[in-house]
C-alpha cells in the first residue's frame, strides 16, 4: 500500500531528502485510497437524508441512519481533506518536514428511493467521483499533484422502514475498481480492488414532527486482493453518525461524528515486513449545518469533522459540502 511505503521511508531515512521525497510520492497513492472515495449527498425531505455512499469518512452526518424518502435525487457533493502529518502504528507522527496534503474531490450522482408497501422502502443508488489532490514538503522533488476519476460506487439495494419516532435501515453496495491503477505506481486514482460493503443503522426522533433526532450507521467493508500485486487490505469496520435538532423551520444544527477500525490485518507477500500487522483506527468530531430550500426542492449540508486517535494513516480535517436536488417525489 502507498501509505506504508511513507511510514516505512521516512521512518528509516529521517535525514535524507530523496527518500523522504520518495515517501511522500508513495503517500500520494494512499490518499486517493483514504480520502478520495466521495459519495454522499443529503436530500430535501424535511429532516430526511439521501445518501450515496459511505466509504469516506465524514461524509455521512446527523442524518446517517435515517430513511431516505420516496423520489429520485440527484445529489453532488465537494469534499476537502487536508493533513500535515501521518501517525504510525503506535500512534507517532512520522517526521517528514514541511509535509502538507490536500485532497478535494467531487461526486455526482443519483438515488431512487420506492416505497414499497406502508412504511417499507427500496433504494438504489450510484455514483462516481472526481478527484485533486496535491503533497508539497520541504523537499522539493517530493511535491506532487494529480486529477482523475476513482472508482465507482454501486449500491443496487438498500431496505429501510420509517415510522414516526424512529427509523431502520440496511444495504448492500460495491466499490468497482474503474479509477486509474497501476501496482506501486504514483499516479493512481483508483484503489485497484473490489470492496464489498455491508450496512445497517437507524434513527431515533424525540418528537413525531422528527425535530430532534439520534442516528448511527455501521458499516463493514470486505477487500479483494489489488490487481497486479499481492497486496489484500484488511477489512474494516466503521462507524457514523450524529445528532441534531431543527433551530429553525429548514435550518438543522449538530454534531457529527466518525470512527473506522481495521479489523483483520492486511495480507500479502509485497507488504514490506516492518508494517505487517498494522491497523488502520481514527475518530472524526465536528458541527454540522444543513439548510433547506423548498422553492427550490434543494438541500445543503455542511459539515467538518477533526481526526484524533489515529493510527496507520495520515491525520487531517475533512470538510464536506453538498447539495441535492429532488427530480421527482413519489408519495
Known amino acids: 500500500m502507498p501509505l506504508w511505503s511513507a511510514r516505512e521511508r521516512a521512518a528509516k531515512t529521517r535525514g535524507s531528502g ?10 500520494r497513492s494512499g490518499l486517493w485510497a483514504n480520502a478520495l472515495v466521495v459519495m454522499c449527498a443529503l436530500a430535501p425531505h424535511e429532516a430526511q437524508s439521501q445518501q450515496l455512499g459511505y466509504k469516506l469518512l465524514g461524509t455521512a452526518g446527523i442524518d446517517a441512519g435515517v430513511q431516505s424518502p420516496p423520489g429520485l435525487a440527484i445529489v453532488e457533493q465537494v469534499v476537502h481533506y487536508s493533513s500535515s502529518q501521518i501517525r504510525d502504528a503506535a500512534g507517532n507522527v512520522v517526521p517528514i ?5 490536500n485532497a478535494t474531490g467531487s461526486a455526482l450522482g ?6 414499497s408497501r406502508g412504511a417499507r422502502h427500496l433504494s438504489f443508488a450510484a455514483g462516481l467521483p472526481l478527484a485533486r489532490i496535491r503533497i508539497n514538503s520541504d523537499h522539493p522533488a517530493a511535491s506532487v499533484s494529480g486529477f482523475g476519476f476513482s472508482d465507482l460506487f454501486v449500491q443496487p439495494i438498500k431496505f429501510g422502514w420509517s415510522e414516526r419516532r424512529f427509523d431502520v435501515v440496511s444495504s448492500y453496495a460495491v466499490y468497482v475498481p474503474t479509477g486509474h491503477f497501476e501496482p506501486r505506481g504514483p499516479a493512481n486514482t483508483g484503489r485497484g480492488y473490489w470492496t464489498n460493503q455491508l450496512s445497517v443503522g437507524g434513527a431515533l426522533f424525540s418528537d413525531s414532527l422528527r425535530t430532534r433526532r439520534a442516528s448511527v450507521l455501521a458499516s463493514y467493508e470486505m477487500n479483494t486482493r489489488k490487481r497486479g500485486i499481492d497486496v489484500r487490505r484488511g477489512d474494516m ?3 457514523q453518525g450524529g445528532a441534531g435538532a ?9 454534531v457529527a461524528g466518525y470512527a473506522l477500525w481495521q479489523v483483520t490485518p492486511d495480507r500479502g507477500a509485497d ?7 498494522e491497523r488502520t483506527r481514527v475518530f472524526g468530531l465536528g458541527p ?7 422553492r427550490w426542492q434543494t438541500r445543503v449540508a455542511l459539515r467538518a469533522e477533526h ?14 459540502l453538498s447539495a441535492a436536488y429532488f427530480v421527482a417525489r413519489r408519495r
Open 110 to 115: 443519483a438515488s431512487y428511493t420506492t416505497n
Open 288 to 294: 454540522e449545518v444543513d439548510v433547506i430550500i423548498p
Open 307 to 320: 481526526e484524533l486517535g489515529v493510527t496507520s494513516r495520515p491525520q487531517g480535517n475533512v470538510i464536506s
Open 271 to 277: 507488504i514490506p515486513p516492518s508494517l505487517r500487522g
Open 18 to 27: 530523496e527518500r523522504i521525497s520518495n515517501a511522500i510520492m508513495k503517500t
Open 97 to 101: 518536514d514541511g509535509l502538507s496534503m
Open 237 to 239: 469496520f466503521q462507524l
Open 246 to 254: 431543527n433551530v429553525a423551520r429548514t435550518v438543522v444544527a449538530g
